[in-house]
Every structure is written in structure tokens, then in C-alpha cells.
């Protein structure tokens, strides 16, 4: 079906515009039963049910699987619909009376106003049944539309309409209160001018000097090295021009995407920095901050590693969800795709339009952590700093300001919301308390992307740490805040299970710091809806000092090549071994009298395991009871390390957490080697050690 001028072409078969057609989609039992009925009216349009005033109408629709079964064969979207649950019930109970039930769910407020989210429930007397939420779509110029706002999802993400929305999007962020202006700005030291009147359809590298103007920037993942980027050799050759047949296609694409909203410049690091000059490579570091945060706009490369393979192709139809359920499975199919279910929607007597079902889960809930590009480090301060996305995602193409996001043509969209996401971490806090919360939720995410240069796991989160450091600053260490509940952001530590970070080859900072790991490491945050700061846990130990050594004195945020940290506080001697319980990964066994060796705690330690599987066989509530008891620290090792028993120092942060050392004994320091869970008995341990200074490094 082709577009309108001005629209886009639907992802549905037709359009539904009489009477007749609408009625069509369902059988006569249905139409008469549900579908055109006061009752369904009133859910359609969302009113309140008179004796509830909390609750939506509900619409019911009272059948057996017996006659789905024979009416979806018919072509009743409704029966086929239901059929998708009620196929797996068996034979001999496709009599049995079941009830579907349908309400509006409300507003959702990562998704458009409207009636875009309804609550289906399909139960009967026998207990069995089905609950999930759905999201409905209607096109355009659907009679629907006025109160169904989500459109369709589109796939062509480079068509002449997509450009039209997005210079929609640029304008209307303009009038946003929460968005940043659109003035011009200082061009950064070198940018593409897209299209030089000089020689139009041919960019070329520009020295700005100065100028003043608008400019995009791109996000993107390298992949293998781009070929043709910029060089000490061809920086005279690009600044005449650059042919586009030459350059990766992603940078192609973005160069086009930004013609085809006037956009006169734009900057990419792979033809704006010199490659092969460390001084540019250092001095552009320092300023990436302000690149991105003064961008008109950055262009997000989402799908693909490799830089040479664009990011304008159509999108494939596929469910959002890794595991779709059924809703996407079984649809019925018309032997050339997937059919939507469509029903009626009831507006008036005799008024109707059309909405489509998908499940929200499956098909409209986004999870923009499955993007490739979100795997890669760089890309968090990148998007972070942008006061403006054109996200081009795997599914569609979106646009993210501090406004909100919306999809292409206003389809359907519904955020995976945690607290580790770009989406949620973008706004900035008020507060140091607030903005110490978001520091720890980006190094979490942060820590779980992978980065080429291991040299480069501070210099990537550079510019983000330059924008917070106005509330947490100035005292900045490898990735801590000196000034701001430091032994908290010392309280890291790391999964006990294949996603266990390694450690680089090469020094990259001091073992307290969590940049000193490569892989995913977890934050002791706190849930700032619920946890007040009196609340929060007190630490048992004290910092006296913390210092690093900067690889750069101008880069105040970038590399370091030492550092240490001087503790006071209660310390411990144990063996490190691996543990014999369940779920458990290594264990201490703290040294006394009768344990002075790796052998003897392995030992002590599988015997009370074998009298803890004992006593829980003859009284398996005695769980609770049982774990106080346990002689024993849970522990992990910060990064892949051997099993063999070896004997560690360790020194209590909080009441319940500490951190395993080992010990240089020339230099009578101290490296962190993992973390420990202590419990409460185990803490009356901790009361009678001396409190010793160390110093770790």
C-alpha cells in the first residue's frame, strides 16, 4: 500500500473504513455479543465505571474453546486471538466456559496519551488462566485515531517522511522548557561541512577557526579500524573534499542523514581527530564533553559493530523479546506474513474505527541495552552527553530529548525501565546525594561495555566525570570521589559467575578502584524514593588519605599511573578457599588456634558443611537458624583467580562488608583482591582485632 504525501506507508494489510469492513474482522456472535455494545464503548474510550470510580469498564466476552476454535478458522481476529491461548488446553475441555476480560490499564508515562494499554485477563471456574498487558495501535486516518494515538511500527527509517519527522522533532524540542537551546555554538576544532556551495555532494573537512553554527555529531562502533580516516597524510586531501564512495558506509549514512535535515556540519572522531597524532588524540579527549553536549543533535549507529555497515536499512519485523509468547508465534498468517490482530473499536452507535493488539512485553517494551552500540564504553558519555538523540535502533528509529522519547510516526512506545540505562541516567541531579546515586548507576552500566584499549577506561568516562564533578568534585581519584561518601564507592564488587571481570595486562589504576577490573562490577546504591541518608549504613572503618598520580596533569579526569589509599580500621587474617555450599563461589575460614594452614581450613570447613546438610535434612526450617551460626564469610574474588587456598588480611568497610587484601610483604602494602559478606555472627570476630592503618594501592 503506498503513503499519502506527507505519511507513511502502514504495516498493517488495509485500511478499515466503513462500516461493513470494520464489521468484517469478527464473527457475527462477537460483533453482536462484545463488540457492538454500550459496555465495550465505554472501555474503548476509557470512561470510569459508574460504581468505581477507580476502576475502567471492563468488556467480557463469555465463550469455550470449542468455538474459537471453529470461528478462527472463519477469520474472526477475536476468536483467533483468544484461540492462541485456548489451543493449548485439552480436547476433552473445549466445553468449559471461559471468560475474557478487557479494560484500559491507564496511562503509561514512558508511552503517548491515549487508550494505547489495555489489562487482558482469560480465565474460567476451573482456575486456569492468562493475564497480560497489552499495547493497540490504529492508522492515522482510522476513525480510532483520535483516541488510539500509537501508530504502527515503522521499518524504512531513511524515507523522505522520516526527514520531515525528523526536523518536526528538532522544532518542536525548541519550545521544550527541560531542553537545552538550539543557538549556535563555537564549531569544535574540525567538523565535515555535509554540502560546500563551492562543490555541492561532496563534504569536506573543515577547519572552523572560530566559526559559529549548528552541527550534529555521530555515536557509532568502530568495529575493525575505519579505513580513509583522518591521518597527518590526507588532512590536506579531506579539507578539498572527501568522495563518499571511499568512506565506511555508516559515516556515509550519517553525513546523508544530515543533509537531509540541513544540517551544514557535522563531527565524527574517525575524520575530525588525526588518528596518528597522540597530541590531537589528547587535546580533542579533553574537550569530547563539549563536542557532544553542544551538538545540535548526535546521530546514534545502534544495530551494527562494524562501521562499514550502515545504519539506514529497513528494520526486519521481528518481536522485541528474546522468548516472544504466543500473540507473536501464532498469529495467523496469510501465507505471505504475519496478520495483525485487528478489532473493531467502538466510538459511537454505528461509529467505529480499528486498533491492533500486540503484547507489551513482546512487541512494544524496548530494552535498548540489546543494542549493539550499547555494548560499547564510549558510547555512555557519548549519549549521555547529547542534549538530543536520533536513535537509530534495531527496531525503528527514535528521538530522545529531555522531553521524552518518541518512535517514528508516533508508534508505540514503551521503555524497559532500571535504573542503569541511558534513558534514565540522562537528566542530571540537583543534589550531591542525587548525582552520587546516578554516578554509581552509570558505572555500573558503564562497567559492563567492552572497550578496545584497556588504557582507555577512564579517558571514555572523562567527560561525564568533568560534568559531575561540579556537584562531587573536585577531589577525583581513578573513578572515586574523594569528597563524597567515599568508603560507599569503595564498597564494589563483582559477580561470582561467568560475567567475572579480568584484569589488564597493564596498570590502569589502583586496586581499590573498580576502573581497576575489566567487566561488570555492582555499586552499593540505594533506592532514593524510599532510603533517606540518616538511614544510610555507617562505615566502621576510616579513610586517612587518598591520592593518585595523573598520567596527565591536564587531563584531571583521564589516566593515572599510581595511587594509593590509607585505611584505618579492625583487620582479620583467614584462608581464602573455595567453597564447598551451594551458590556459593569461595569462602573465609578465619585463622584460630586449630586452623594455621590452607589444608586444615579446607578440612574444617567440609566437615561443618557435611553437619549443616545433615541438620537440614532432619529439620529443613531450621534455615534462618542455621545461617547465623555459619562460622564462615561469604567471599569473591574481584577477577579470575586460581582456587588454591591462600592466606588474605581483611578489613571490615561496613558492619556487613569488607575487603580481601593481599599483602607485599617488602613493601608492607596491601592489594585488594576481592570482598566479603560479613554477618552478624561472624562481627563479634571483628570486635576483638586490633584496628590497625594500612595502606592500599
Known amino acids: 500500500m503506498s503513503s499519502s504525501p506527507g505519511h507513511f506507508a502502514p504495516n498493517v494489510p488495509a485500511l478499515y473504513s466503513s462500516l461493513h469492513q470494520v464489521k468484517s474482522l469478527v464473527c457475527d456472535r462477537c460483533w453482536n455479543q462484545v463488540f457492538n455494545t454500550a459496555n465495550y464503548q465505554r472501555m474503548c474510550l476509557a470512561e470510569r465505571d459508574t460504581n468505581n470510580s477507580n476502576q475502567h469498564y471492563t468488556s467480557t466476552t463469555k465463550t469455550t474453546a470449542g468455538y474459537v476454535q471453529g470461528s478462527s478458522k472463519n477469520g474472526c481476529s477475536w476468536c483467533a486471538f483468544l484461540w492462541t491461548f485456548l489451543s493449548r488446553i485439552d480436547e476433552s475441555q473445549h466445553d468449559i466456559v471461559y471468560n475474557a476480560r478487557l479494560s484500559y490499564s491507564g496511562p503509561d508515562p514512558t508511552a503517548h496519551n491515549g487508550t494505547n494499554k489495555f489489562y487482558f485477563t482469560l480465565d474460567s471456574n476451573l482456575g486456569r488462566g492468562w493475564s497480560l498487558l497489552l499495547s493497540a495501535y490504529t492508522l492515522r486516518h482510522d476513525k480510532a485515531a483520535r483516541y488510539v494515538t500509537a501508530r504502527p511500527l515503522q521499518r524504512n527509517v531513511s524515507s523522505p517522511e522520516a526527514s520531515k519527522q525528523i526536523t518536526s522533532w528538532i522544532q518542536d524540542c525548541g519550545h521544550h522548557e527541560s531542553c537545552l537551546s538550539q543557538a549556535h555554538v563555537e564549531l569544535p576544532k574540525r567538523v565535515i561541512q555535509v554540502n560546500p556551495k563551492e562543490n555541492q555532494g561532496q563534504p569536506r573537512l573543515m577547519f572552523s577557526n572560530g566559526l559559529k553554527g549548528k552541527y550534529a555529531a555521530l555515536s557509532y562502533s568502530w568495529g575493525a579500524v575505519p579505513s580513509r580516516f583522518l591521518t597527518t597524510a590526507n588532512i590536506e586531501e579531506y579539507t578539498r573534499g572527501i568522495d563518499m564512495e571511499k568512506i565506511p558506509l555508516t559515516i556515509r549514512d550519517a553525513i546523508l542523514v544530515a543533509e537531509s535535515i540541513s544540517i551544514d556540519y557535522i563531527w565524527i572522531d574517525a575524520l575530525c581527530i588525526v588518528q596518528d597524532s597522540q597530541e590531537d588524540k589528547v587535546s580533542q579527549l579533553a574537550k569530547m564533553e563539549s563536542i557532544y553536549r553542544n551538538s545540535l543533535v548526535t546521530i546514534v549507529a545502534a544495530i551494527f559493530k562494524d562501521v562499514n555497515n550502515g545504519f539506514l536499512q529497513d528494520r526486519v519485523d ?51 541495552s540489546k543494542e549493539v552500540v550499547n555494548k560499547r564504553a564510549w558510547t555512555v558519555q557519548e549519549q549521555l552527553m547529547a542534549p538530543r538523540l536520533l536513535f537509530y535502533g ?125 567487566g561488570p562490577v555492582v555499586m552499593r546504591t540505594w533506592d532514593e524514593d524510599f532510603d533517606k541518608e540518616e538511614d544510610d549504613p555507617k562505615p566502621v572503618c576510616e579513610v586517612l588519605r587518598i591520592a593518585t598520580t595523573l598520567k596527565n596533569s591536564t587531563l584531571p579526569f583521564g589516566e593515572v599511573n599510581s595511587g594509593h589509599l590509607i585505611l584505618r580500621g579492625k583487620i582479620r587474617q583467614g584462608w581464602l578457599i573455595e567453597s564447598k555450599e551451594e551458590d556459593e563461589d569461595h569462602t573465609i575460614v578465619w585463622c584460630s588456634e586449630n586452623i594455621s594452614s590452607g589444608a586444615a581450613a579446607e578440612a574444617d570447613h567440609i566437615e561443618w558443611v557435611k553437619r549443616d546438610e545433615q541438620a537440614e535434612m532432619e529439620d529443613p526450617e531450621s534455615f534462618q537458624e542455621r545461617i547465623q551460626q555459619n562460622p564462615w564469610a561469604r567471599a569473591r574474588y574481584d577477577t579470575m583467580r586460581t582456587s588454591s587456598p591462600i592466606l588474605v588480611t581483611c578489613v571490615l568497610l561496613y558492619e556487613d562488608f569488607g575487603l580481601i587484601l593481599s599483602m607485599n610483604n617488602q613493601e608492607r602494602t596491601y592489594q585488594r583482591i576481592g570482598s566479603f559478606d560479613n554477618t552478624l555472627t561472624q562481627m563479634s570476630g571483628f570486635e576483638y582485632s586490633l584496628t590497625e592503618e594500612i595502606t592500599i594501592i
Not at 467505529?352 to 512485553?361: I, K, V
Not at 543534589?431 to 546516578?438: D, H
Not at 577531589?475 to 559477580?495: C, E, F, H, K, P
Open 318 to 368: 521481528k518481536p522485541l523479546s528474546d522468548k516472544p509468547c504466543g500473540i507473536w508465534t501464532d498469529r495467523r498468517s496469510d501465507g505471505l506474513q504475519k496478520l495483525p490482530w485487528t478489532i473493531p473499536f467502538r466510538i459511537d452507535d454505528g461509529v467505529f474505527g480499528t486498533m491492533t493488539l500486540e503484547c507489551t512485553d513482546c512487541e512494544t517494551t524496548y530494552d535498548e
Open 394 to 518: 534495531s527496531h525503528t528509529l527514535q528521538w530522545r530529548c529531555r522531553a521524552g522519547t518518541r518512535n517514528l510516526d508516533n508508534a508505540a512506545h514503551v521503555e524497559k525501565y532500571t535504573q542503569s540505562t541511558v534513558t534514565a541516567l540522562s537528566h542530571q541531579r540537583k543534589t550531591q546525594r542525587e548525582s552520587l546515586l546516578r554516578w554509581l548507576h552509570i558505572v555500573e552500566m558503564y562497567s559492563s561495555r567492552e572497550i578496545s584499549l584497556p588504557s582507555d577506561k577512564l579517558p571514555a568516562l572523562a567527560g561525564i566525570a568533568k560534568e559531575v564533578s561540579i556537584l562531587l568534585g573536585p577531589s577525583y581519584y581513578a573513578g572515586i570521589w574523594g569528597d563524597n561518601n567515599l568508603v560507599r564507592q569503595l564498597s564494589w564488587y563483582t559477580y561470582a559467575n561467568e560475567s567475572r571481570p579480568t584484569a589488564p595486562k597493564d596498570y590502569r589504576a589502583p586496586t581499590w578502584s573498580w576502573a581497576s577490573v575489566q
